[in-house]
């Protein structure tokens, strides 16, 4: 929890020396507690004093970043319970799976797999973040070859060891040096070693409790050996994870309870990948930072980066779509031209009913700050003359031979304004409500 | 260091709903908790899919989900009796969309006809929807109500333009409501007073907040339903403690997820996984965040997230 400005003070050297710029102790305290000041900016503080308002001062869920470079993910951070609160801060890795009982090719296949997961949506990329490589051979040369795969074939791929061996952890972890690798599976009988290991390698450690009770008694014992820390309380079933992943929120944001300041780490894996991408829905809406998967389907994929992108979205942003002319499907020049406003609803559901119809259409969106067409008619932010001034600035007339635009039904009464100020264009209504468009543009088709 | 789990328990719960009549009959609601809590609270009944089932043959359906009923679709009865029989469908939700004025413009009174044929054939609880049309629906789902008199169905949908013919009608013949606006909790707050105002009772009241597909708007959904689910429990709204409505396979099958080939973009993988991924995704989402009744389409999709529910209970 953080600390007040007066606890604060009582940890500095109150010599009022004014080295940090402030008058005195106490006016730097204030400012530390506000956040608007760094303990750095005091030369004489003590170390302890320094440890103790680190403690206090860091985010209720401790951030970790795995792997370096262009791939590199934060994950943690995060500060509510309900996305309307607040924007979710790090979106969670999605990982994926792979056994060192593979082969080396069928691991390579999986590999590239991962490497070419990635789209484009919404002017994100979005891609599997990481490799879980598992030992489940048991044993430490298999976990080790795998490793040096991955290391070789995919330099940039953060990765998750998986293992519960010391020595197989070492081993599996050189390639990764310095990497910000995690090494997952401390348990209540290996976790110095681990720590240890994990340290060693600059890599996170990842807990593997079998409840929140030992996860908690786990990360108290382990932080003094290695700072960055991942949990798995043992929940696998769906039911299982929404209360662990719930309960370690709570604590974590609304008790402030330190030893379960951590990420979540989630395994979803399930023998049937309906059933997997499924339960994966779970812990992306509730609170995993990371999710190991079994499958890799491009399907899969898909959908579960468009929830994870769907959750993750700022919630406060206004909903709205920039203006422009779009294409749904690929209009030559006599395909119809369609206009609404830009509530970035409005457009989902016109352009939705747009693509419906297959009929290939241009589709212009006003700037209507963001209203839906009514509620923008009756605002003036959907206007005759901001059509028309729209229409002109776009240079569409250069791009099409029919010099037609469909207004949504609603604004019939716009038909005639419209036409006066756009010369040699002809305006006609469409329907009211954007269900009614497959219909229409058939009709015309 | 041990732990003590930060339950959370609210003074405020939502109604129980019940939809239908006999052995069938399905009960919504009735929890303490937000969707699947029952850790930490009363959460007594699981969320219930319907399949959705039309007046008309599914001609503006993706193909993958018209063949799954081809041979049934022709007739809303036979159709009907598919789902429940061979599907294992726990409700009915039948959708007048042949009484639109663009498909076909089917009269009121043969719409009746069609509900009163579908409610004798099948023994679940039937949803009645209109083709959301708000003129037509106010006509449609007046004779719709009538022809549903004693079978307990939930009719839908009320919204601001026409809620007053069909709150009238479901009063009248005993039915159990849907309200719907425009993901908005204020609007829909206000829609669900006026209803209440016309002499309603809160409690045979079912709230749908405007589904939206994966990609296409569902944090809008989500969110929504996340704060009327949260002002029911916390602040004990009783205006928004009605069960919530996802009508889900509606918005789904019709985006270019569920629909483009995979040879156009192969990126995206196997249009049959990801057409029944995108409806499970959406509809599982939407149950976290707080839907008690989605009304779905392809067969595969509700058995996933029927598998889903079975987890989160077990
Ligand atoms: S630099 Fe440190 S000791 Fe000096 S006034 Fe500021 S807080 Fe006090």
């Given at each position: 929890?953080?600390?007040?400005?007066?606890e604060?003070?009582?940890?500095?050297p109150?010599?009022?020396?004014?080295?940090?710029?402030?008058?005195?102790?106490?006016a730097?305290?204030?400012?530390?507690?506000?956040?608007?000041?760094?303990?750095?900016?005091?030369?004489?503080?003590?170390?302890?004093a320094?440890?103790?308002?680190?403690?206090?001062?860091?985010?209720?869920?401790?951030?970790?970043?795995?792997?370096?470079?262009?791939?590199?993910?934060?994950?943690?951070?995060?500060?509510?319970?309900?996305?309307?609160?607040?924007?979710?801060?790090?979106?969670?890795?999605?990982?994926?799976?792979?056994?060192?009982?593979?082969?080396?090719?069928?691991?390579?296949?999986?590999?590239?797999?991962?490497?070419e997961?990635?789209?484009?949506?919404?002017?994100?990329?979005?891609?599997?973040?990481?490799a879980?490589?598992?030992?489940?051979?048991?044993?430490?040369?298999?976990?080790?070859?795998?490793?040096?795969?991955?290391?070789?074939?995919a330099?940039?791929?953060?990765?998750?060891?998986?293992?519960?061996s010391?020595?197989?952890?070492?081993?599996?972890?050189?390639?990764?040096?310095?990497?910000?690798?995690?090494?997952?599976?401390?348990?209540?009988?290996?976790?110095?070693?681990?720590?240890?290991?994990?340290?060693?390698?600059?890599?996170?450690?990842?807990?593997?409790?079998?409840?929140?009770?030992?996860a908690?008694?786990?990360?108290?014992k382990?932080?003094?050996?290695?700072?960055d820390?991942?949990?798995?309380?043992?929940?696998?079933?769906?039911?299982?994870?929404?209360?662990?992943?719930?309960?370690?929120?709570?604590?974590?944001?609304?008790?402030?309870f330190?030893?379960?300041?951590?990420?979540?780490i989630?395994f979803?894996?399930?023998?049937?990948?309906?059933?997997?991408?499924?339960?994966?829905?779970?812990?992306?809406?509730?609170?995993?930072?990371?999710?190991?998967?079994?499958?890799?389907?491009k399907?899969?994929?898909?959908?579960?980066?468009?929830?994870?992108q769907?959750?993750?979205?700022?919630?406060?942003?206004?909903?709205?779509?920039?203006?422009?002319?779009?294409?749904?499907?690929?209009?030559?020049?006599?395909?119809?031209?369609?206009?609404?406003?830009?509530?970035?609803?409005?457009?989902?559901i016109?352009?939705?009913?747009?693509e419906?119809?297959?009929?290939?259409?241009?589709?212009?969106?006003?700037?209507?700050?963001?209203?839906?067409?009514?509620?923008?008619?009756?605002?003036?932010?959907?206007?005759?003359?901001?059509?028309?001034?729209?229409?002109?600035?776009?240079g569409?007339?250069?791009?099409?031979?029919?010099?037609?635009?469909?207004?949504?039904?609603?604004?019939?009464?716009?038909?005639g304004?419209?036409?006066?100020?756009?010369?040699?264009?002809?305006?006609?209504?469409?329907?009211?409500?954007?269900?009614?468009l497959?219909?229409?543009?058939?009709?015309?088709a | 260091?041990?732990?003590?789990?930060?339950?959370?328990?609210?003074?405020?719960?939502?109604?129980?709903i019940?939809?239908?009549?006999?052995?069938?009959?399905?009960?919504?609601?009735?929890?303490?908790?937000?969707?699947?809590?029952?850790?930490?609270?009363?959460?007594?009944?699981?969320?219930?899919?319907?399949?959705?089932?039309?007046?008309?043959?599914?001609?503006?359906w993706?193909?993958?989900?018209?063949?799954?009923?081809?041979?049934?679709s022709?007739?809303?009865?036979t159709?009907?009796?598919?789902?429940?029989?061979?599907?294992?469908?726990?409700?009915?939700?039948l959708?007048?969309?042949?009484?639109?004025?663009?498909?076909?413009?089917?009269?009121?009174?043969?719409?009746?006809?069609?509900?009163?044929?579908?409610?004798?054939?099948?023994?679940?609880?039937?949803i009645?929807?209109?083709?959301n049309?708000?003129?037509?629906?106010?006509?449609?789902?007046?004779?719709?109500?009538?022809?549903?008199?004693?079978?307990?169905?939930?009719l839908?949908?009320?919204?601001?333009?026409?809620?007053?013919?069909?709150?009238?009608?479901?009063?009248?013949?005993?039915?159990?409501?849907?309200?719907?606006?425009?993901?908005?909790?204020?609007?829909?707050?206000?829609?669900?007073?006026?209803?209440?105002?016309?002499?309603?009772?809160?409690?045979?009241?079912?709230?749908?907040?405007?589904?939206?597909?994966?990609?296409?708007?569902?944090?809008?959904?989500?969110?929504?339903?996340?704060?009327?689910?949260?002002?029911?429990?916390?602040?004990?709204?009783?205006?928004?403690?009605g069960?919530?409505?996802?009508?889900?396979?509606?918005?789904?099958?019709?985006?270019?997820?569920?629909?483009?080939?995979?040879?156009?973009?192969?990126?995206?993988?196997?249009?049959?996984?990801?057409?029944?991924?995108?409806?499970?995704?959406?509809?599982t989402?939407?149950?976290?965040?707080?839907?008690n009744?989605?009304?779905?389409?392809?067969?595969?999709?509700?058995?996933?997230?029927?598998?889903?529910?079975?987890?989160?209970?077990g």
């Amino acid at each position: 929890m953080a600390l007040t400005g007066v606890e604060i003070f009582k940890l500095l050297p109150k010599t009022n020396c004014k080295k940090c710029g402030q008058p005195t102790c106490l006016a730097f305290a204030m400012k530390l507690a506000q956040r608007q000041a760094s303990i750095d900016q005091c030369p004489d503080v003590s170390e302890e004093a320094k440890q103790k308002l680190g403690e206090a001062s860091a985010p209720p869920i401790r951030p970790i970043t795995l792997g370096t470079g262009a791939r590199a993910v934060k994950i943690g951070e995060e500060t509510v319970l309900f996305r309307h609160e607040k924007k979710f801060v790090n979106p969670c890795a999605i990982s994926v799976k792979i056994s060192d009982n593979l082969s080396q090719a069928d691991a390579g296949k999986v590999i590239a797999g991962i490497m070419e997961s990635e789209i484009d949506r919404v002017g994100q990329k979005l891609r599997v973040d990481a490799a879980f490589l598992s030992n489940d051979s048991g044993d430490a040369s298999k976990l080790a070859a795998l490793a040096s795969l991955v290391a070789s074939k995919a330099p940039e791929l953060p990765v998750i060891i998986s293992t519960t061996s010391p020595d197989a952890a070492e081993a599996a972890l050189k390639p990764f040096a310095g990497k910000n690798a995690v090494l997952y599976g401390a348990n209540k009988d290996n976790l110095e070693a681990m720590a240890q290991k994990a340290k060693d390698a600059k890599a996170a450690l990842a807990i593997a409790a079998s409840s929140l009770d030992e996860a908690a008694e786990l990360t108290e014992k382990a932080k003094a050996i290695v700072p960055d820390l991942i949990m798995d309380s043992g929940a696998r079933k769906a039911g299982e994870m929404l209360r662990d992943n719930t309960y370690v929120r709570r604590a974590a944001i609304k008790k402030g309870f330190k030893p379960l300041g951590y990420p979540v780490i989630n395994f979803v894996g399930r023998g049937d990948s309906m059933l997997e991408t499924v339960v994966a829905v779970l812990s992306v809406t509730k609170y995993a930072s990371i999710i190991v998967l079994d499958h890799l389907e491009k399907w899969q994929s898909l959908a579960l980066f468009s929830l994870r992108q769907n959750i993750y979205t700022d919630p406060q942003v206004p909903m709205q779509v920039q203006q422009n002319i779009y294409k749904v499907g690929d209009p030559g020049p006599k395909a119809p031209f369609l206009i609404t406003t830009n509530f970035s609803l409005t457009y989902f559901i016109v352009s939705g009913e747009v693509e419906n119809s297959k009929v290939p259409c241009r589709l212009a969106v006003l700037d209507s700050e963001g209203l839906s067409v009514l509620t923008a008619w009756a605002a003036g932010k959907f206007t005759a003359s901001k059509i028309a001034q729209f229409i002109k600035e776009s240079g569409i007339e250069a791009e099409i031979e029919n010099k037609e635009l469909i207004i949504p039904g609603y604004v019939a009464i716009l038909s005639g304004a419209i036409e006066d100020k756009l010369e040699g264009w002809k305006i006609t209504v469409g329907p009211r409500e954007a269900n009614g468009l497959p219909a229409f543009l058939k009709s015309r088709a | 260091m041990s732990f003590a789990p930060p339950k959370e328990t609210w003074s405020g719960k939502t109604f129980e709903i019940t939809i239908g009549n006999g052995a069938k009959a399905v009960k919504i609601g009735g929890e303490n908790v937000f969707s699947f809590h029952g850790f930490e609270g009363n959460y007594p009944n699981r969320p219930v899919i319907a399949y959705e089932v039309q007046d008309i043959p599914p001609d503006d359906w993706p193909q993958m989900v018209k063949d799954v009923y081809a041979g049934v679709s022709a007739d809303p009865v036979t159709w009907a009796k598919h789902c429940v029989e061979k599907l294992g469908a726990k409700a009915i939700a039948l959708r007048l969309a042949g009484t639109h004025p663009d498909k076909g413009d089917i009269s009121a009174d043969q719409a009746a006809e069609t509900v009163k044929k579908v409610s004798s054939a099948v023994d679940v609880p039937l949803i009645i929807l209109g083709s959301n049309h708000a003129e037509k629906d106010s006509v449609v789902l007046v004779k719709a109500a009538e022809a549903a008199k004693g079978t307990n169905a939930l009719l839908g949908k009320a919204q601001e333009a026409n809620y007053k013919t069909i709150v009238a009608a479901a009063l009248a013949n005993d039915l159990k409501l849907i309200a719907m606006s425009e993901l908005d909790i204020n609007l829909s707050k206000q829609l669900n007073i006026l209803i209440t105002q016309m002499g309603f009772d809160k409690e045979r009241l079912v709230t749908d907040p405007m589904s939206s597909a994966l990609s296409y708007g569902l944090e809008y959904t989500y969110s929504v339903m996340e704060r009327i689910k949260l002002a029911a429990l916390a602040q004990n709204d009783a205006v928004l403690q009605g069960p919530m409505l996802a009508d889900v396979g509606m918005y789904v099958w019709k985006v270019k997820e569920t629909q483009a080939l995979e040879a156009d973009l192969p990126q995206w993988g196997n249009l049959k996984d990801r057409g029944v991924a995108w409806e499970a995704v959406t509809t599982t989402s939407l149950l976290v965040a707080g839907t008690n009744l989605a009304i779905m389409r392809h067969p595969d999709a509700v058995a996933a997230v029927e598998k889903f529910i079975a987890e989160m209970e077990g």
